[in-house]
């Protein structure tokens, strides 16, 4: 059966997965972004529906002073005897935690806190009941992949730490999981740093604690050869078997624009089946390759895809999808059903402020050719308000309506690096509605008006290079989102939408 990758485009990254029956669950880091980790249900392991996050309040998931791409890191979901377990690590706020629930759509419990450092922490129940922990982790000067026995309930230590692998020579060995087949225990681990060079690896042991010895075969995943390849940068995956006996792997990976190796949409989460050797070992796609399209015996078939964003918000609520940037003061952000609108409360954090949580909404691009819409009341009292293709506060591209000296303008601002400069500004009536566009490409995006019974106006343009990753001056995780924004004073909106649009270059 024929699908497409990536299963969940735009920014999702270090996807992890479980299965209970005939379903399957799927979960994301999300960095500075707030509520915290997805969780995605798909029952064809193709078209996956968001039914809700892990760390939806404040107690869950502090994010205060985050640094861009700190925050939430690589989560594991797992299901063991009727409960669910994620666990992760808030590299802002106290380290590696775990967390449970009954249900995957929650609610979680609260955060129970683990004695270890290092990040990409993973669960893994043995045959005997006993739950085992694993991560990178730095113990008495020692770096590596660190186990022991735990209670996932507490968080609470159960044997002594032992380093059970440094992997299989690459640099950064980290994202490990465990698992046992065949009476071996596999654990498999990203190399080589999640740029390009990031690769998959796996080894294996009859012991937990190891000693673990590689696959002879290489990497079980790599596109590091391929530079013209559409897909690269692929690893951090996680391993599932269907209900029929397929194997699969889920892993991220990064669709680079053109020809030069730069990405602006994040890295994105893929899907490949897996094939076992006759000596034991796992496989991902074609000799270690996955394509954006790819045959194999799914537990059910694809279906059409749709990856379009409406809100009207007379008759709709802020859509699921939607993020906050760091913790959310909820007064910030009023619906009014009556008058059909969502008022924006913007405070003095502005958007370029780091560490910060301005009053904005944004969801993931999730191709590289959309259009984005919203129509905002001209009355809007915000010194800004609009709609901005955002990577971070360092990163992005705006446009709004000004008010300044008691007169009304739409602007167009692109801020890169430490730079922030106003491209465009026209004069705007003081009443009415007004619609801001944002039109992308595999080339940049182009900023347009509309006011009322006229024709759209361009204001500028800005290239992908300026939203990529790879140009960004600390080293990030994210990708580009789609934002409602408002600062210092009120920004209504009657409706925002993000269409998906044909991609004759791809």
Not at 328 to 346: E, K, M, Q, S, W
Not at 380 to 394: C, H, L, M, P, V
Request: with cysteine; charged share 20%.
């Amino acid at each position: 059966m024929k699908y497409r990758n990536p299963i969940i485009p735009g920014y999702h990254p270090d996807p992890s997965i479980c299965r209970v029956g005939e379903d399957f669950y799927l979960v994301n880091s999300t960095f500075e972004f707030f509520p915290g980790v997805p969780v995605f249900h798909s029952r064809n392991l193709a078209n996956w529906e968001l039914i809700g996050y892990v760390l939806d309040r404040r107690s869950q998931l502090e994010l205060e002073g985050c640094r861009n791409s700190g925050g939430i890191y690589a989560p594991t979901i797992r299901y063991h005897e009727g409960m669910y377990y994620m666990i992760t690590t808030n590299v802002t706020w106290k380290g590696n935690f775990v967390v449970h629930s009954t249900s995957p759509e929650g609610p979680w419990s609260e955060p129970m806190w683990i004695d270890q450092n290092g990040i990409d922490p993973s669960l893994f129940w043995d045959d005997d009941g006993t739950c085992y922990y694993c991560s990178t982790g730095t113990n008495d000067g020692l770096r590596g992949i660190w186990a022991f026995a735990i209670d996932p309930m507490t968080g609470e230590r159960l044997s002594e730490k032992h380093m059970i692998s440094t992997g299989c020579g690459g640099p950064c060995t980290e994202g490990p999981h465990i698992y046992k087949v065949g009476g071996l225990y596999y654990l498999m681990c990203a190399e080589g740093g999640t740029e390009y060079q990031h690769h998959e690896v796996i080894l294996r042991s009859d012991s937990i604690f190891g000693t673990y010895e590689p696959c002879p075969y290489g990497p079980i995943l790599s596109h590091a050869a391929l530079k013209n390849y559409p897909i690269q940068a692929t690893g951090h995956a996680d391993l599932v078997e269907d209900q029929n006996g397929n194997w699969w792997a889920v892993f991220l990976g990064i669709r680079n624009y053109s020809h030069a190796l730069l990405h602006n949409l994040g890295r994105e989460t893929f899907l490949a089946p897996v094939t076992w050797t006759e000596d034991g070992w796992p496989i991902v796609g074609e000799k270690g390759v996955a394509a954006l399209e790819m045959d194999a015996p799914l537990p059910a078939p694809a279906e059409p895809v749709c990856h379009d964003v409406r809100c009207d918000f007379s008759k709709d609520g802020i859509p699921i999808c939607f993020e906050y940037t760091r913790n959310p003061d909820p007064a910030c952000y009023v619906r009014n059903a009556a008058a059909g609108t969502l008022t924006l409360v913007g405070t003095d954090t502005l958007l370029s402020q780091p560490a910060c949580a301005p009053t904005m909404l944004s969801v993931q691009q999730p191709e590289f050719c959309t259009h984005t819409e919203a129509v905002l009341d001209l009355a809007s009292d915000a010194t800004r308000t609009g709609i901005s293709a955002f990577y971070n506060n360092d990163y992005h591209y705006d446009i709004y309506i000004l008010n300044e000296l008691d007169r009304k303008y739409i602007g167009f601002t692109k801020a890169v690096h430490d730079m922030t400069v106003e491209i465009a500004r026209v004069p705007a009536p003081v009443s009415g509605r007004v619609k801001l566009m944002i039109d992308s490409d595999r080339e940049g995006y182009v900023f347009s008006v509309q006011e009322e019974g006229l024709a759209p106006v361009v204001l500028g343009s800005g290239s992908n290079a300026g939203l990529s990753t790879e140009g960004t001056k600390t080293m990030t995780f994210t990708g580009t989102m789609m934002a409602m924004f408002a600062e210092q004073g009120k920004g209504v909106f009657y409706n925002f939408s993000m269409e998906v649009r044909p991609d004759t270059a791809g």
